[in-house]
């Protein structure tokens, strides 16, 4: 989400009690310091600014929305971030809260979700723990479903799980690579748990299951159904 940047009013919250107004409030970002800027689209940032006039180091930005709710016509929060940030930027440490619920807290570079944090999904309470590059799942992480509880832990690709152990709650797990649409493909081996807690190894694969869809001039195949070839337990 971006920052709202022009048509604003700035008080300074960094000067004496008793500074006469010209001193604490401007239409412009004055100099460096800590101030509360007020937007005409109702959104606030309160934080630091640097001697190039940027918003640098502790701050909290909260963006407003008109309400939904029938006959409100007052302005209700949207989103906020709160956390550091650098020239301008958010950069650093910090938490945000989007429109949909939806709440990361972690690192940052350049406005991005970049480093390692967590990432809670308001609608499925599913949460993901782990890196992030320029804004995508990227490295390791793990992924748990809110409803099953089940996890994908192991290696992310562009925002895609890649390769690692899908974890099922009290029911074992399978361990394999796995395909852009989410689902396993190619060799893999299933761990499964009896009644009596005992642990029984199935080795196999994802194979095509069906014709594989030929893919049309300039566009990129569609991923083929699959089916769980195994090799028989012993």
Known sequence: MADEESNYKVEYLDCAEDAPEEERVFTWIARAG?????????????GEFNDEKMKHGQGKY???????EE???????????E????DGKRDGVGTMTYPNGDVYTGEWKESKMHGVGTYKYKASDDIYSGAYVEGLKEGAGTYEFGKCKSKLDGTWEGGTFKEGEWQFKDAGSYVGTFAKDGQPIGPGKYNFLTATGDLITQEGAY??????????EGEEAELP?????????K
Request: proline content about 7%; aromatic content about 12%.
């Open 207 to 216: 194979e095509p299951d069906g014709e594989v869809p030929e893919a049309a």
């Open 71 to 81: 006959g409100v016509e007052e302005q209700v929060v949207s989103a906020t971030y």
């Open 62 to 68: 909260t963006w407003m929305a008109a309400s939904e």
């Open 34 to 46: 800590k101030a509360r800027v007020t937007y005409n689209s109702g959104a606030v940032y309160e």
């Open 83 to 86: 956390g550091e940030y650098k």
């Open 225 to 233: 159904p699959r089916k769980w070839v195994g090799v028989p337990v």
